[in-house]
């Protein structure tokens, strides 16, 4: 499953992706609205899209290690649910799961990985990291942006 989550008043947002994408659903649910793709053929399509469009940070191994599970699990032998294989196969599974986000333990990007900062990207890290306000203190208008430091 891929979704992305945002305010009830972003839900125009999430609709002009879903439309322009042609997949996934948007509903809302009390003050958020959620965006998401469940099945393999969307799924498949995201691939198409992040492989063509690589992310900057350290998101992108997420990216490799979710894409590495999609495949594993669309590859897998269904008739490993009545054998003893269950097992291992979701042992692969879940240690891509524990490699994921807070439990990374390297977060080194790969050497071929070329980040790559557009005017389209700047604005959705802003839009993601990013806060407008005015100080109290200086009555001073701030952009401020905001992100994890990784060691």
Not at 55 to 79: E, I, V
Not at 109 to 126: A, E, N, Q, R
């Amino acid at each position: 499953m891929f979704s992305i989550e945002l305010h009830k008043d972003d839900l125009n947002v999430l609709e002009d992706i879903k439309n322009y994408l042609g997949i996934g659903r948007v509903r809302q649910y009390k003050d958020k609205c959620i965006f998401s793709v469940t099945n393999a053929q969307g799924t498949y399509k995201l691939i198409s899209i992040f492989d063509e469009y690589n992310l900057n940070s350290t998101k992108h191994l997420d990216y490799l290690l979710f894409k590495r599970a999609f495949l594993l699990y669309q590859g897998r032998d269904k008739r490993l649910f009545y054998n003893q294989d269950k097992k291992t196969f979701t042992n692969q599974i879940l240690d891509l799961k524990n490699s994921m986000n807070t439990k990374r333990t390297n977060s080194v990007l790969p050497l071929d990985h070329k980040i790559v900062i557009t005017k389209g990207w700047l604005l959705g890290y802003i839009e993601g990291d990013g806060s407008f306000f005015v100080s109290r203190t200086d009555i001073e208008p701030t952009l401020s942006i905001s992100a994890t430091a990784e060691q």
